[in-house]
């Protein structure tokens, strides 16, 4: 059993530069979350999804865009990449939204802007 | 924003010894969770409290729920090298549009000392 898959581990943008990461769990969640991890600051939420379809915005979204076309995948967009993107990035998925429901982490991608 | 405050960020101890961090907030949690994540990995759930002035064991870890859920603390006994990390808070508020989606802590670093 997989869990969540993150792709790639490791990134180097140029600046204006534009990528995708992506994410996958086959533990058939309906929600799945990006976050951002920066030295001293927890997880900032990006975005997430609560199904196939269905994306919204958390806390952090400029810069970013996402898709969910299906239960399995909810990749990452990053256009015109900035210094300030430069962080880890964790995917995570669960089974439902509330209740305590915990959260499965992917083991991130590390991505720098220079 | 609501904000939740976690410390101290950083802790350097010696084996044996014992530890509390501790996750606040002016808010009331309707559930508050506790990851711990190793380096180049993702956060894994250690427990999940959701009633106010629960109690959870986990073998030398100890999780309070505060009476008001608005805090929670971790207490580590007789810690060994094993235990180093990264400790995050994440609370679920309740009610209003942050219902169901986890803000979490800046982190506690923890090096246990051989």
């Known amino acids: 059993n997989a869990g969540v898959t993150q792709t790639p581990k490791f990134r180097i943008l140029k600046i204006g530069q534009s990528m995708t990461l992506q994410c996958a769990q086959d533990?058939?969640?309906?929600?799945m979350y990006w976050y951002r991890q920066d030295p001293g600051m927890g997880l900032k939420l990006i975005y997430y999804?609560?199904?196939?379809?269905?994306?919204d915005k958390g806390e952090v979204p400029n810069g970013y865009n996402v898709s969910r076309s299906t239960t399995e995948d909810f990749p990452l967009r990053l256009e015109l990449a900035a210094p300030s993107q430069t962080s880890v990035y964790f995917c995570?998925?669960?089974?439902?939204?509330?209740?305590?429901?915990?959260?499965?982490f992917g083991n991130g991608t590390r991505l720098t802007v220079t | 924003t609501q904000l939740l405050e976690q410390s101290p960020q950083f802790l350097s101890i010696q084996e044996g010894e014992n530890l509390t961090v501790y996750c606040n907030s002016s808010?009331?949690?309707?559930?508050l969770q506790w990851y711990r994540q190793e380096p180049g990995e993702g956060p894994v759930l250690l427990v999940t409290v959701v009633t106010g002035g629960e109690v959870k064991k986990l073998k030398r870890l100890t999780f309070q729920f505060g009476d008001a859920r608005k805090d929670s603390s971790l207490h580590i006994t007789a810690a060994q090298p094993g235990d180093t990390g990264l400790y995050l808070c994440a609370g679920e508020y309740a009610g209003g549009t942050s219902y169901g989606k986890l803000t979490f802590g800046q982190g506690t670093i923890l090096t246990v000392h051989p």
């Open positions: 999804s609560v199904g196939a379809g269905i994306t």
């Open positions: 533990m058939n969640h309906n929600y």
């Open positions: 808010s009331v949690f309707s559930s």
């Open positions: 995570a998925s669960s089974y439902s939204q509330g209740n305590g429901s915990p959260l499965h």
